[in-house]
């Protein structure tokens, strides 16, 4: 493959016009290199920095992004020319310095990478989910020929280049030696990222971007991490069992790694979403409005909805004095009879979270829910590290539907992940923790398929109370037939379903009768009360901004209840009342504060979830 890069026409002393901004700009971090050297080898330039350096950083940051290489030569050319690095011995060190980037202002979605994209500067934003451990790969192989002749090979990602021979005239020798001694390696890393959740709309799945890190770049980013990554794309060809395909893949031969949560604007909430928000929290009928916003084609199950509305705006985490934390997130758990919507509410969810993701307990990937280490063909017989659900889920709600079905490895490394809100990972060699600081909703079928009534709860789901006790409410949803409740969800399915398809048909061909306040009143019943995007930007919004603090009477309230419950425990329940209990009120009483963006968590709010907490666990903790 050749780097087909084209020359500006006009002359320009670009080496010049670099020094001059490195030098204003730049000097004492490369000095800095020129002191420490190797210990420090990269000088990171700020894009934007460069982009505001008057009319030639403009003309230089357009350059980067076009041809990036050529920009590389150029400033190695201008710290060579202008001795920089102010060392004697700097032509030597230059060659060996990266030269990164960072804080590029345009960023380039996974989905939207195009070939015309090819051997370009980019930035990507994404959520790591792979990583191979860190291994030395060779750049430049020195080979050496029986007749004494050496050749050396610069190898590039992918598959090593070996000559056929020494290239020497006369010479016949076909076998040549690799010289590890003489060729020169660095340190590598496979890196894998998917498009990050918020950036998706509702139910897409994610792509993905395998990155090339080398050298300084290695072994910092972790499964899980949210990071920027700039750097150049490039394309291999794709070989099917030993002939070279017509179809190249992408990898980006990474630049420089950004990494960082505040930086990313989830959410991006306007002046005017603001006055929305604000006037939305002081509605009287906040609270309705809420829970009837949740999967609005779901008849009843308003305690759920409450419930997963309080999920979505979370408690508040805390760390403690002796630096252990407390999650403020907030996990919820459904068991219940099979197709009593249990799934639908779970993608509902995962839409209206702001970082939702939703996933099957024996989903396929090698990593499951938590995170695993693998040696698979991404890592090309190396360790693999790769995230699960819950470490995508990071900083969001984790939906994971048919709960009762995943692995044993899972479940283990379940505890630590809903508790600790870590997963450490220690195999072969690779020792890791990685965060998962999400919400999890479960979802599960009862043990025999059905809930039979005559059988104890605790022998019906197929979890072990070490387990259930982290969930802060379990609910037990069971279909038995009841005419009028019946009557009620199929006249609400069919509903929701014959409006749509009214409406499809009307859009095709107008119906005389049907128009817009025809249409808004039929919907009325399964339409959200608040539009799901303004309903996005208020949890967003809520979690950023309000931090409520408990007053006495809440206190007092939930204290009662409290000592209440562990009077009224009984032993052969599925579910141990534990000091867990109260945390839980605690958080979900955040959460209902939250809810109207509150500074401070009233008695109402510990009402409000004492009756759910209540309703819940009269069914799995005591009768
Ligand atoms: P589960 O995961 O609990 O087995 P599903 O979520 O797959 O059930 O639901 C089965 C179907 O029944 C879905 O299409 C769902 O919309 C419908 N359904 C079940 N209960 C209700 C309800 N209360 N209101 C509206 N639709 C319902
Ligand atoms: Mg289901």
Known sequence: MIDDESFDVEVVDKSKEWADFLSKKYKQEIRTIGREFPYKRSLIINYETLQKFGKSGVRLADE?????????????????????????????????????????????????????????????????????????????????????????????YGKFVEPESCGMADCTHKRLELIHLKSKFVDAQKIRIQEIPEGLRGGEQPQILDIDATDDLTGLAAPGDRVIVNGVLRSIQRVNSGTKSTTFDIYLDCNSIEFGEKEFEEVNITEEDEAQIL????????????????????????????AVSLQLFGGIAKEMPDGSTLRGDIHVLLVGDPGIAKS?????????????????????????????????????????????????????????????????????????????????????????????????????????????????????????????SRFDLIFIMTDKPEKQRDEAIALHILKAHSVGELIMQHKKNPIDGVNEEYIERELAPVTPEIDPVLFRKYIAYAKRNSFPIITE????????????????????????VTARQLEALVRLAEASARTRLSMSIERDDAVRVIRIVDSCLRKVAYD
């Open 64 to 156: 980067l992004l076009s041809y990036p290489n050529k920009v590389f030569a150029e400033v190695r050319d201008a710290l060579r020319a202008h001795n920089l690095l102010a060392r004697k011995d700097a032509h030597e060190i230059i060659p060996r310095m990266n030269i990164r980037f960072i804080n590029l202002p345009r960023k380039t979605l996974v989905r939207d990478i195009r070939s015309e994209q090819m051997n370009t500067f980019v930035s990507v934003e994404g959520i790591i989910r792979k990583t191979t451990e860190v291994r030395p790969r060779i750049v430049e192989a020195v080979f050496r020929c029986p007749s004494g002749h050496m050749t050396l090979r610069e190898q590039g």
């Open 279 to 306: 006037e939305l929290a002081r509605d009287p009928n906040l609270y309705r409005k809420i829970a009837h916003s949740i999967a609005p084609t779901i008849y009843g199950n308003d305690d759920v909805k409450e």
């Open 344 to 468: 639908q509410l779970l993608r509902y969810v995962v839409k209206l979270s702001p970082r939702g993701i939703y996933t099957s307990g024996k989903s396929a990937t090698s990593a499951g829910l938590t995170a695993a280490a693998v040696k698979d063909e991404f890592g090309d017989g190396k360790w693999t590290l790769e995230a699960g659900a819950l470490v995508l889920a990071d900083m969001g709600v984790a939906a994971v539907d048919e709960m009762d079905k995943m692995a044993k490895e899972d479940r283990s490394s379940l505890h630590e992940a809903m508790e600790q809100q870590t997963i450490s990972i220690a195999k072969a060699g690779i020792t890791a923790t990685l965060k998962s600081r999400c919400a999890l909703l479960g979802a599960a079928n009862p043990k025999l398929g059905r809930f039979d009534e005559y059988v104890g709860i605790s022998e019906q789901i197929n979890m072990p109370p070490s387990l259930l």
């Open 553 to 576: 009477e809440a206190k007092g309230t939930l204290v009662e209840y409290y000592m209440k419950l562990r009077n009224l425990a009984s032993a052969d329940k599925p579910v141990p």
